[in-house]
């Protein structure tokens, strides 16, 4: 990372919208969008061609884009109130609008025309090709052979998802609930957790300290507090923060299912599934089952073991371990049997200095370059005073090569997103006109501690793991080099997108890139050699629990969204779900943690498998490739140049194939599991 003097081709974001100039912008793009699906709907059949049609409606997606994504943004992490509704209320006019966009048919017409004339035409690009085919699909996609009435009904489907979807997230974004607990009950957690507590005072009453359910606050309860009734209390009450949304996703299944039948499929799985890697519900079915049935013995005996751990602590020898007991006595765990220590690990990690190792790494790796632009530039401009901002730059061949904006949003605050993820702002493309390239804007937003008088934020080392997975996401987002934005970087398919960000998890796992990354926050010294591989020899310590809890997301995902009719009792299959998968006790207790599963209303709807699947593309990747040294740049450069420079451009096996010289194999993954040789 550098601070030096290098001048962008292209200005950043600017960040000055006000919620009346999102909405008039909101409005301006949509009818510029109306403008030209009128006048290609118009368009003669005789006169549809590549030039007429596809060039302007090519063109004004790749400019609407970023500044669609932008004025949406808005919503997930602006300090103000009104300037997230105005954002939430232009996303769900640009999702109306797409919705009914999406059902022109006299715009199908003339882009139907287009591909079938040019569908077998050589002379075009591979990219334009598949670009074609891939517009022609959506539109089919949406049902557009079907009668008027039936397309109606599916209009009305899409925007009542869209309204759930959207309320769902804007539920947990201004989610502000929280639980008092006195020193006592939270005996067990460190001193400085404590004093990031706010305290709340009250005459003739002892001090009592407010848990909010963002992650810095709940996760600490939950893992140190020794005090059951208080890890019960903290999980229980976050399980339920946002009761409202369990009627939302309830609704949402079945309006899916009715979408589905509309549009001639047997249910929503299957007509999502279609356009993956993974292609039918009955692939991922197996690919889910096969993988519970492996790993079940070896979660029983991990059970058995914090079992005992409970039993060694309380004095009782019994089977009443708990949902709430999980994290407590998983931490106990590594700290007996593995000396590893979170907070004594985190001492080794403060945040600014870690970022600046981390962004190293990726320097070496991807032969890049990040220069931050400090607050006091003239061209720092963000949403927030704690968002920092960078140029990153390309140093192939010994030039310096712009290549986009990465902005780090780190720390909570009242409205933001609550948990951690890639949001991609601008995408890259080639001007279709000027044949200039848009560079793309990304950004990370997560929730990690703020520093305090007494000492800088300090990552946990699971926090570490987090941000290498989301600047793996960033990575995959800036690097991308295609000539349309609709193919960009992450744009590709929803089962192959979280493969670059776990592939990057495996970094934080290297003896060498610990060193490199660790630093004391009082003596600067690397974390000791021991400490490091104690803390590799954890890696996956009831590593089959913590994929049966996977499992339990992802098949509970793919029962809902496989019902015929989306008649689903989602409480009781929750539930159970959770203890016949996950193996531990709910305490006779109903949950309804699936109000915030925001990945089933965000995207990932019978997507969730998606995290298991690409995992098994990222450990033969990192094996086959990294594992020997992390830093080889050859490797890092093969791995840049034909899997996140392509983007969703090709098609990914196709990638893999071209990176690996052969099929990907889940040999290794299975290894890592403990389910099989390497």
Request: charged residues 25%; hydrophobic residues 35%; glycine residues 6%.
């Amino acid at each position: 990372m550098a601070t030096t003097q290098l001048t962008p081709p292209q200005s950043p974001l600017q960040w000055n919208h006000t919620p009346e100039s999102i909405l008039l912008e909101t409005s301006r793009l949509i009818a510029e969008a109306e403008g030209l699906d009128d006048r290609l709907g118009a368009i003669a059949a005789t006169d549809a061609t590549i030039e007429s049609v596809i060039r302007p409606y090519a063109d004004l997606e790749n400019r609407q884009a970023g500044l669609i994504n932008q004025l949406s943004f808005y919503q997930h992490v602006s300090p103000d109130k009104r300037l997230r509704e105005a954002s939430n209320e232009a996303d769900a006019k640009f999702r109306k609008y797409g919705i009914e966009a999406g059902l022109r048919e006299d715009v199908y017409r003339a882009i139907h025309k287009v591909y079938e004339d040019n569908k077998d035409n050589t002379a075009l690009d591979a990219e334009t090709r598949r670009f074609l085919e891939k517009v022609n699909r959506q539109y089919e996609r949406n049902g557009l052979s079907l009668p008027l009435e039936k397309r109606e009904k599916i209009k009305e489907l899409k925007q009542q998802l869209s309204t759930l979807s959207l309320k769902f997230s804007q539920n947990l974004s201004e989610e502000t609930g929280s639980l008092l607990f006195t020193r006592e009950q939270l005996e067990g957690l460190p001193g400085d957790v404590v004093a990031n507590f706010e305290k709340v005072e009250e005459p003739g009453a002892p001090i009592k300290y407010k848990m909010t359910f963002k992650y810095p606050d709940l996760f600490p309860v939950l893992k140190y507090a020794k005090n059951a009734e208080t890890r019960k209390a903290a999980f229980t009450a976050d399980q339920s923060k946002v009761p409202e949304n369990a009627g939302l996703l309830i609704e949402a299944v079945k309006l899916r299912a009715q979408l589905s039948h509309l549009l001639g499929y047997k249910n929503f799985s299957e007509y999502v599934l279609e356009e993956r890697m993974a292609k039918t519900p009955e692939t991922v079915m197996n690919f889910l089952n096969d993988l519970r049935v492996k790993l079940k013995p070896l979660g029983e005996k991990e059970f058995e073991y914090l079992k005992t751990l409970k039993a060694q602590e309380t004095g009782v020898q019994s089977d009443d371990y708990y949902i709430w007991d999980q994290r407590y006595y998983h931490t106990k765990m590594l700290e007996n049997d593995y000396n590893v220590d979170d907070i004594k690990i985190s001492e080794y990690f403060p945040m600014q200095n870690t970022i600046e190792k981390m962004l190293s790494i990726y320097e070496t790796i991807f032969n890049l370059k990040f220069v931050e632009i400090l607050k006091s530039s003239k061209v720092y401009n963000t949403w927030h005073e704690d968002v920092q901002q960078f140029a990153v730059w390309k140093l192939d061949n010994n030039e310096h090569t712009f290549i986009g904006y990465l902005y780090f949003d780190l720390h909570p605050r009242a409205g933001k997103y609550g948990h951690a993820a890639n949001f991609g702002l601008v995408p890259g493309y080639i001007d279709v006109t000027s044949e200039k390239k848009n560079y793309p804007s990304t950004s990370l937003v997560c929730n990690f501690t703020k520093d305090t008088k007494e000492k800088p934020s300090l990552l946990k080392h699971n926090e570490v793991v987090t941000f290498f997975h989301e600047l793996g996401h960033g990575i995959h987002d800036l690097m991308g080099q295609t000539k349309y934005s609709r193919f960009h970087g992450t744009s590709v398919s929803w089962d192959f997108v979280e493969m670059p960000s776990q592939l990057l998890e495996y970094f934080c796992w290297d003896e060498a890139m610990l060193t490199k990354l660790s630093s004391h926050y009082k003596t600067n010294e690397k974390m000791p050699s021991d400490l490091i591989k104690s803390l590799i020899a954890s890696k996956n310590v009831n590593g089959a629990m913590f994929n049966l809890r996977q499992l339990h997301f992802g098949l509970f995902d793919m029962e809902l969204h496989t019902s015929e009719t989306g008649e689903v009792d989602v409480d009781k299959l929750w539930n159970d779900m959770r203890e016949d998968i996950c193996l531990i006790s709910n305490g006779g207790q109903s949950f309804k943690g699936y109000g915030s599963f925001g990945h089933l209303m965000g995207g990932y709807a019978s997507g969730y498998y998606g995290y298991l699947w690409s995992h098994v593309f990222a450990a033969d990747i990192f094996f086959s490739k990294f594992s020997k040294d992390p830093l080889d740049v050859a490797n890092g450069m093969d791995y840049r140049n034909k899997i996140l420079a392509r983007g969703g451009s090709r098609d990914e096996m196709d990638n893999l194939v071209d990176l690996l010289g052969r099929k990907p194999k889940s040999d290794a993954f299975l290894a890592e599991l403990g389910l099989s040789e390497k």
